[in-house]
């Protein structure tokens, strides 16, 4: 099977470890990706003429990245589809990456792993962005989060992201290492300290904290009314899609059941909350992941189009990978310094 795709060219055919065998051929990029069971990475290579920045387009298509600098952490949560063993680039191919998300018009840069704070020079990435005019956040797991480095960097960020899978230890202990709950308790507690930090607490629902959303929901609403922090809370139907083998039918919540628990706790609090299904999730996010490709996730896989330094033309690569700019762009109008509700 073939299509045009990006002036090149879509070839499939059989893989013999399962599934096919896709390759994209453009003119200076060529890449193969695994379709199969698991949601497979692709692996390309890039000419040697190739290895510079090129220039970069300005993209209408993009308000957000996300940079995975590690895919190093200190949890094993058993729906996350983050990057898993990735190799991650040098100190000075990462700040060229942060100068070509500014290049490309890229309004915001999300930091994220793993736990961007499991990299040495997280602090000097963040402040780069920063020194662009980037919007910065900080999507971390919050065990690793010290006074030390918000008195340093916190400046520096616009926004933390925190993620919390339970009310209590008991529950969060379900999906994350047991000491986590409390860690992310301390966090808030240290983000306290810098009101002009926005905080957004992440639940992942799943079958194992689906009956302790209530919990969560006063537990959030109780810390954020006395906070001086812009806070807001988001809560996710977990995502099919991962890097290595999951056992789906002990997470997976059924789309009726997320909607009825939406339902249910929309009414019942009077906290900024944002329910986020599977069908927003898909194809909203575009990646750079720690070894510097450029990534889309789409349904359970992950296509890889190429070294996120290579490509001028951003929107023309994510467009044609599938990519729902319309639904990003939405999503993405939130979390802005200026009158903005982040999402």
Same mark, same amino acid.
């Given at each position: 099977?073939?299509?045009?795709?990006?002036?090149?060219?879509?070839?499939?055919?059989?893989?013999?470890?399962?599934?096919?065998?896709?390759?994209?051929?453009?003119?200076?990029?060529?890449?193969?990706?695994?379709?199969?069971?698991?949601?497979?990475?692709?692996?390309?290579?890039?000419?040697?003429?190739?290895?510079?920045?090129?220039?970069?387009?300005?993209?209408?298509?993009?308000?957000?990245?996300?940079?995975?600098?590690?895919?190093?952490?200190?949890?094993?949560?058993?729906?996350?589809?983050?990057?898993?063993?990735?190799?991650?680039?040098?100190?000075?191919?990462?700040?060229?990456?942060?100068?070509?998300?500014?290049?490309?018009?890229?309004?915001?840069?999300?930091?994220?792993?793993?736990?961007?704070?499991?990299?040495?020079?997280?602090?000097?990435?963040?402040?780069?962005?920063?020194?662009?005019?980037?919007?910065?956040?900080?999507?971390?797991?919050?065990?690793?989060?010290?006074?030390?480095?918000?008195?340093?960097?916190?400046?520096?960020?616009?926004?933390?992201?925190?993620?919390?899978?339970?009310?209590?230890?008991?529950?969060?202990?379900?999906?994350?290492?047991?000491?986590?709950?409390?860690?992310?308790?301390?966090?808030?507690?240290?983000?306290?300290?810098?009101?002009?930090?926005?905080?957004?607490?992440?639940?992942?629902?799943?079958?194992?904290?689906?009956?302790?959303?209530?919990?969560?929901?006063?537990?959030? %609403?109780?810390?954020?009314?006395?906070?001086?922090?812009?806070?807001?809370?988001?809560?996710?139907?977990?995502?099919?899609? %991962?890097?290595?083998?999951?056992?789906?039918?002990?997470?997976? #919540?059924?789309?009726?059941?997320?909607?009825?628990?939406?339902?249910?706790?929309?009414?019942?609090?009077?906290?900024?909350?944002?329910?986020?299904?599977?069908?927003?999730?898909? %194809?909203?996010?575009?990646?750079?992941?720690?070894?510097?490709?450029?990534?889309?996730?789409?349904?359970?896989?992950?296509?890889?189009?190429?070294?996120?330094?290579?490509?001028?033309? #951003?929107?023309? %690569?994510?467009?044609?990978?599938?990519?729902?700019?319309?639904?990003?762009?939405?999503?993405?109008?939130?979390?802005?310094?200026?009158?903005?509700?982040?999402?």
């Amino acid at each position: 099977m073939e299509r045009a795709v990006l002036g090149g060219t879509w070839a499939s055919e059989p893989c013999p470890i399962g599934g096919r065998l896709s390759a994209l051929v453009h003119s200076q990029i060529h890449f193969t990706l695994l379709l199969g069971g698991l949601g497979q990475i692709a692996y390309m290579t890039v000419p040697l003429a190739a290895r510079k920045m090129v220039p970069a387009k300005k993209s209408r298509l993009i308000a957000t990245i996300d940079f995975h600098v590690t895919s190093e952490c200190s949890q094993e949560c058993p729906y996350c589809w983050g990057p898993l063993e990735v190799a991650q680039v040098k100190k000075r191919e990462a700040l060229k990456i942060v100068e070509k998300v500014h290049q490309h018009g890229i309004r915001r840069i999300v930091f994220t792993g793993g736990d961007p704070l499991r990299r040495r020079d997280i602090g000097r990435l963040v402040k780069h962005a920063k020194a662009f005019g980037l919007e910065v956040a900080l999507s971390t797991t919050g065990d690793k989060l010290t006074r030390g480095f918000l008195r340093k960097y916190g400046r520096f960020i616009d926004l933390v992201s925190i993620p919390l899978d339970g009310s209590n230890e008991e529950v969060s202990s379900l999906t994350k290492e047991m000491g986590h709950f409390s860690a992310v308790m301390k966090a808030l507690r240290l983000l306290e300290k810098h009101p002009q930090i926005d905080v957004k607490v992440c639940t992942p629902l799943t079958k194992l904290n689906g009956h302790d959303l209530g919990n969560m929901l006063r537990l959030v %609403a109780s810390w954020a009314e006395k906070a001086p922090n812009r806070v807001f809370y988001n809560i996710f139907n977990i995502y099919p899609r %991962a890097m290595q083998e999951v056992d789906w039918d002990t997470y997976l #919540l059924t789309d009726e059941e997320f909607s009825a628990m939406k339902e249910r706790e929309e009414r019942a609090s009077n906290l900024t909350v944002n329910f986020l299904d599977r069908t927003t999730l898909d %194809a909203l996010y575009v990646l750079i992941f720690p070894d510097g490709e450029l990534c889309l996730p789409v349904g359970p896989d992950y296509l890889r189009l190429g070294r996120f330094l290579d490509v001028e033309d #951003l929107d023309q %690569a994510v467009k044609s990978a599938g990519f729902q700019a319309e639904k990003h762009l939405e999503h993405s109008k939130g979390w802005g310094k200026v009158g903005e509700v982040p999402d």
